[in-house]
């Protein structure tokens, strides 16, 4: 009864002055919101790059070419190329932790065909590409380990550049010239948009590497290597025995270094959270502060309400009000009043986060963690800067209370 008392003399006194109270609990409901709708931003944020990752491909393993020294001086990554496709047949025939492997041949440049010409990246690849990259044709056929050996010029058109040549037609069975050298388009990959780092995935072609690398490059070095571990959980024994054969194909001697790297798509997805992680918690950091300042607009408004009622807390001392009673009172008006502006700040959030998810490019995830430490920590702020003002009314003299006017 007494817990029930005190509850019911908070609610009337907060309801007395409703519009003061909703403007007490202002700060907190902006800050509650504040907190969770920025915090989901980061984590919708986070959750694009994982996805974005993880469709780069199945158990994916990149091999890139190494970095070189002159004068003492790093050169960087790729500044060493001894990547050939001797590389690639001996990883093909060796390795027991990989289940499919691609060269990569660049080859950028002028691509004329159907309505006009459009400048993209010509890729050599294998026909095990799809399958590493996790990706599909929305028509036509892609190209076979005989096209590789005959050098076949067949081509796939990435979506953005079927738009931008092909597009009113079906480009299967049509030519396309890729630096003056003729290409017959025998399929069209399904779209599957920017990468991580901001690439347009489907800004590209497909063709064999071996005709890329004779054809259009004129080179013997390919750019790099992907490949596919036959299982998340032996991606570790995968990248070992990769760097193990490839040290022996490039005759490295023990104690030297390798004249390559090898990053899997752990490595890739780590990198790339590791930016948006410390943005969420900059965000909710900076969020938090607006608590802060709602917490000490609950205090100034407490303080004005034991000076406001300082008559009421005489009265009730002098009839056998204790001042833990006055202390547990007022404590308690300030932490109603934070709850119940978190509470709005939830409801608030949500609002927030559905227009986000429905009507911007930016998701908004919501996740019951945030929502749950919102919550307590407006509880916390109401326990913390109501307290001095409660601790004040507790303290007053009854008789100075009583002649206070």
């Known amino acids: 009864m007494k ?10 006194s907060i309801m007395k002055s409703r519009m003061r109270s909703l403007l007490t609990a202002l700060g907190i409901i902006i800050g509650v919101a504040a907190v969770i709708v920025m915090v989901s931003i980061g984590e ?3 959750q694009q790059v994982e996805q974005q990752i993880a469709s780069l491909g199945s158990n994916l393993i990149i091999i890139f070419p190494g970095a070189s020294n002159s004068g003492g001086v790093n050169k960087g990554a790729g500044s060493i190329n001894r990547f050939t496709m001797d590389d690639v047949n001996r990883i093909k025939n060796e390795a027991t932790y990989i289940k499919a492997i691609s060269p990569i041949v660049r080859a950028g440049g002028q691509v004329i065909g159907g309505v006009g010409n459009w400048n993209t990246s010509t890729q050599g690849v294998s026909p095990d590409y799809l399958d590493i990259r996790a990706w599909k044709l929305s028509s036509g056929e892609f190209f076979t380990d005989k096209d590789v050996i005959s050098r076949s010029k067949v081509c796939v058109l990435g979506s953005e550049v079927k738009k931008n040549l092909f597009p009113n037609d079906d480009p299967i069975g049509s030519l396309v010239r890729i630096r003056n050298v003729p290409f017959k388009v025998i ?3 399904e779209e599957k948009g920017q990468s991580a780092m901001g690439v347009n995935n489907d800004d590209l072609i497909l063709a064999p590497s071996s005709t890329v690398l004779d054809r259009l490059t004129g080179g013997r070095y390919i750019n790099f290597i992907q490949a596919s571990a036959t299982s998340l959980a032996q991606m570790p024994q995968a990248q070992a025995e990769l760097t193990k054969i490839m040290r022996e194909a490039h005759n490295i001697h023990p104690g030297d270094d390798d004249d390559f790297t090898i990053r899997n798509q752990a490595d890739l997805a780590d990198a790339a959270t590791a930016t948006t992680k410390v943005l969420t918690l900059l965000l909710g ?3 938090g502060v607006s608590l802060i300042v709602g917490g000490i607009g609950i205090m100034n408004i407490m303080l004005v309400s034991v000076t406001e009622r300082t008559r009421e807390i005489g009265i009730r001392l002098s009839i056998g009000a204790r001042a833990t009673d006055i202390l547990v009172q007022f404590l308690t008006e300030a932490i109603m009043l934070s709850l ?3 509470l709005i700040g939830i409801f608030l959030a949500f609002i927030m986060g559905y227009v986000l998810n429905h009507y911007t490019a930016q998701p908004a995830v919501i996740k019951p963690a945030i929502i749950f ?9 109401g326990v913390f800067f109501g307290f001095y003002p409660a601790r004040k009314a507790a303290n007053l003299n009854p008789i100075d209370a009583l002649r206070y006017e």
């Open 3 to 12: 817990i029930k008392s005190i509850l019911s003399a908070a609610v009337k």
């Open 285 to 287: 950091s900076v969020a």
């Open 373 to 381: 430490i919102s919550f307590a920590f407006s509880g916390a702020v």
């Open 187 to 189: 399929g069209v990959l």
């Open 44 to 46: 919708g944020a986070q």
């Open 340 to 342: 119940s502006g978190g």
